[in-house]
């Protein structure tokens, strides 16, 4: 009887117990399935708003890539999401139409600057990426265009917004008039110039001691209002009427600058190789045709009178004998050889016996000296040495 009972009891224990295990089994398979099966087409819904597509993209029918194709959205393109978003595709409506665009490749518009004012072309104008000729154009503005500005002017050019990007055009052909007190008339270009030195300064006047505004460099496009005076040209220049010497602008685009080549190597002390390329090109060619001279200096931490030195744009050729017949002899025909070459060897200015020879001024070698401020002993008035500036290297 006992035996029974315990047989009995053993297989009552086995039967609960498979019992159980089917239960938590299942439990566990259902979790396993629930988790490895989420829904892929939740819908859910938030605020509308814009969108831009980052590249060609298909609209569908509905969410999903098995949905119809209605045509292709082109890269760049601003859609507006109603805010409903199933799985990876949201709910755009375009041409008042109702479809669906893959959320990978949608991405939230640019922030543009505000409008400060709009104006008319008076021309057909180039809508370039940046202020500068070389620079990708998206296309062109027919004239008789409405372009929105913003008020930002950088060298020739105007910045606009235009299909919902900041773009920019040539100032001189935008006619703002008649808009009523706040909007500035801009100047009116009549033809374009290009600088075709290193370096021309942008004056805020015609005279030739006019506040220097900023340095436009070779290539760079200007746009001219016709004026002339002081063999200066009244250019176009961060919005405003400005002026360049008219002896450094051409009607061309000029070339790239055909400077002769540093071969390189150390030029003897730490002064001459921290010089940039073209003051090392002057070392080199002034050693060779003046053995006469022994010293030249060029880079040093400090200046009180300009930043050449210390931008390693700067020589100081030193005259032997400097008192002499022919010491003054040597230095003139040295800096009359820098005269000659200045555009060759991207000569700025020269000061020689407390005179100054500006490129920028007056480039003949005889009536183009001016006198200079006295600064007190045969250094600081160059009497001992010919000071040669250069440009930048570009």
């Known amino acids: 009887m006992q035996q029974r009972t315990r047989a009995l009891t053993r297989g009552l224990t086995a039967v609960l117990t498979s019992v159980a295990l089917s239960v938590s089994l299942g439990g566990l398979l259902l979790a396993g399935g629930a988790a490895a099966a989420p829904s892929e087409t939740g819908t859910t819904s938030g605020a509308a708003g814009t969108?831009?597509?980052?590249?060609?993209?298909?609209?569908?029918?509905?969410?999903?890539?098995?949905a119809a194709i209605v045509k292709v959205i082109p890269k760049g393109t601003t859609v507006t999401t109603t805010g409903t978003v199933s799985g990876t595709f949201a709910q755009v409506r375009i041409d008042g139409v109702t479809n669906w665009l893959s959320t990978k490749y949608?991405?939230?518009?640019?922030?543009?600057?505000?409008?400060?004012?709009?104006?008319?072309?008076?021309?057909?104008?180039?809508?370039?990426?940046?202020?500068?000729?070389?620079?990708?154009?998206?296309?062109?503005?027919?004239?008789?265009s409405t372009v929105a500005l913003t008020g930002v002017h950088a060298a020739s050019y105007s910045q606009v917004v235009q299909n919902n990007a900041v773009a920019w055009v040539l100032t001189g052909y935008l006619n703002t008039k008649g808009q009523g007190a706040g909007v500035p008339v801009l100047p009116t270009?009549?033809?374009?110039?290009?600088?075709?030195?290193?370096?021309?300064?942008v004056r805020a006047t015609s005279a030739s001691n006019g506040a220097v505004i900023a340095s436009a460099k070779q290539g760079t496009l200007l746009s001219i209002t016709g004026r002339t005076a002081n063999k200066r040209t009244e250019v176009i220049y961060n919005g405003a009427r400005r002026w360049a010497y008219t002896a450094y602008l051409s009607t061309t685009r000029p070339s790239a600058s055909g400077s002769i080549p540093d071969p390189g190597g150390s030029l003897g002390s730490v002064s001459l190789d921290r010089t940039n390329a073209y003051a090392k090109v002057i070392v080199r060619e002034i050693r060779a045709?003046?053995?006469q001279i022994k010293t030249i200096y060029g880079w040093r931490m400090s200046s009180a009178y300009s930043s050449d030195h210390p931008g390693g744009r700067a020589l100081d050729i030193m005259i032997p004998n400097h008192k002499t017949a022919a010491g003054k002899a040597l230095g003139n025909a040295i800096a009359r050889y820098l005269q000659?070459?200045?555009?060759?060897?991207?000569v700025h200015y020269l000061i020689w016996r407390q005179r100054q020879w500006n490129v920028e001024r007056n480039t003949n070698p005889t009536t183009g000296w001016r006198a200079m401020a006295d600064r007190g002993g045969d250094t600081d008035n160059h009497m001992d040495h010919v000071h040669v500036s250069v440009y930048a290297v570009k």
């Open 340 to 346: 000659d070459g200045y555009q060759r060897l991207h």
């Open 51 to 66: 969108k831009v597509t980052t590249s060609d993209l298909n609209l569908r029918t509905g969410p999903s890539l098995d």
């Open 289 to 291: 045709k003046f053995p």
């Open 106 to 144: 949608l991405t939230d518009p640019p922030t543009l600057p505000a409008i400060a004012f709009r104006a008319i072309t008076t021309a057909t104008l180039a809508v370039r990426a940046t202020p500068v000729i070389e620079a990708a154009s998206s296309g062109n503005l027919k004239a008789g």
């Open 189 to 201: 270009a009549t033809g374009r110039r290009y600088v075709a030195v290193d370096e021309v300064n």
